[in-house]
């Protein structure tokens, strides 16, 4: 039993014609596939097939599309009344309420209807296929078709092979996201799939280096624009999806994985969400958003003050050949002796430790010690940590060097894995685990996290162009530190960092 994806005759039902359906129907008219739409409010499905036409025909004024490709995609839509109306579709996707019971009730109506053949999909973001398909008579022929709103922007889907899914389900499925223009991935039914699985590193460490104090919301987006290279700090991207969305979704995957370490939500964003701080929506969120714009959070201006001298730790040669031409360029001498002068600023640059971790291990004066973050580079931004007690005069130096040359620095409190190591690092981890436990092929993760999330890098990638073992250090340093098995490696990362592999590399 199949379904013939690519046939000019596919006929595709819609069931549920919000945002997600609308979008779904926009793309699948747009590949040459009739459309059938229904939906179970009155008057919803004609309403969707005018916006889908109004859409459409904005692309064609824009030149984005001929006026005659908008007309033809128009035709392709049909409405229903009801659902027998949908007999003679090959496949039927829904995208109704995120309900279990409801979409079963669903899918049990659709097979009193549908041919034996077609195929059942469900547009499920946060529900197991599997439970889903476990009402049917027939479970083998329900997979899950995930797609990312506004569905054609986000030209990702997530094809779900749940446990009793037959083979050619996820087949169809596949060559089915294709027809539609999208890049389409295979994943097995675990919660969050692929993209909401991996996007759990990002904002739930960075909510831990708010609790801990570590830094403010402003400066721990700063760090992860400039330095890591993200598009969106982790606050910014809270408040632009709302806590009413983030945070059950945090929750849900967390219990799901019966409390798994690595995905631990913040009381700080449940808090927030109880009291209905949830971002731009609501006008107030971590930033404040006056007019409907977020509030800038100024930078404080760089001082003009120096360190005499500047002596840097030997442990990461590589970083200190960076900081030490820094110096010179800034006309700042360097103490090259083993052990620093009295008058020396001493700097330590950590893989995965603190300063004051460093700063113990290399017997130096707290009192003059900062740690500076060199794992990506100090083009961008500086990244300056600070020991419980570093004079403020020292700190001062400190930024006074490292924004001599007019790169911004960032001056947090102490913190293992400093900003933008702790949450990366648990980015690559949490998608080596995702490789680990072979949820989707390596290749498969970083397509679908680049695209869904819009990261710079998928985890897998980013982690080879860390390097493997220097992942491996933050993690462990950081396990280390906190004895929390949040951090524990992935056995993906280790044994391809022991032998020198691409985190890319798939199992033999």
Known sequence: MSVDALSPHLVLGLVGTGAMGRGIAQIAAQAGIRVMLYDAQPGAAANARESVASTLAKLAEKGKMTAASASEAVARLDVVNHLEGLAACQVIVEAIVENLEVKRQLFRQLEEIVPAGCLLATNTSSLSVTAIAAGCRHPERVGGFHFFNP?????????????????????????????????????????????????????????RLLGENVAGVADIDRVMRDAAGFRMGPFELLDLTGLDVSQPVMESIYRQYYEEPRFRPSALAAQRLTAGVLGRKTGRGFYGYPDGKMAVVPEP????????????????????????????????????????????????????????????????????????????????????????????????????????????????????????????????????????????????????????????????????????????????????????????????????????????????
């Open 151 to 207: 569905v054609p922007l986000m030209r990702i889907v997530e094809v779900i092979d749940g446990l009793l899914t037959a083979p050619w389900v996820p087949e169809a499925l596949l060559a089915l996201g294709r027809r539609m223009g999208h890049t389409a991935v295979l994943a097995k039914d675990t919660p969050g799939f692929i993209v909401n699985h991996a996007g759990r590193g990002f904002v739930t460490e960075a909510l």
């Open 301 to 508: 201006p760089p001082p003009a003050t120096r360190p005499a001298k500047v002596w840097i730790s030997q442990a990461f040669p590589e970083f200190a050949g960076g900081i030490a031409e820094l110096a010179r360029k800034a006309g700042i001498a360097v103490d090259g002796g083993q052990r620093p002068g009295a008058d020396s600023l001493c700097i330590v640059t950590p893989l995965g430790r603190d300063a004051t971790s460093c700063c113990a291990a290399e017997g130096l004066d707290p009192v003059r010690t900062v740690a500076a973050d060199c794992l990506f580079g100090l083009d961008r931004r500086r990244t300056v940590a600070a020991t419980p007690v570093t004079g403020p005069s020292w700190r001062e130096a400190a930024l006074g060097l490292f924004t001599a040359d007019g790169v911004p620095a960032t001056l947090v409190r102490d913190s293992a894995g400093l900003v933008a190591q702790r949450i990366v690092a648990t980015i690559v981890n949490i998608g080596c685990d995702i490789a680990q436990q072979g949820i989707a092929s390596p290749e498969d993760i970083d397509r679908a996290v680049t695209l869904g999330l819009g990261y710079p890098k998928g985890p897998l990638g980013f982690g080879d162009a860390l390097g493997p073992r220097r992942v491996m250090a933050v993690l462990e340093a950081m396990l280390d530190f906190y004895g929390d098995p949040r951090y524990r490696p992935s056995p993906w990362l280790k044994r391809r960092a022991l032998l020198g592999l691409s985190l890319l590399t798939p199992e033999a």
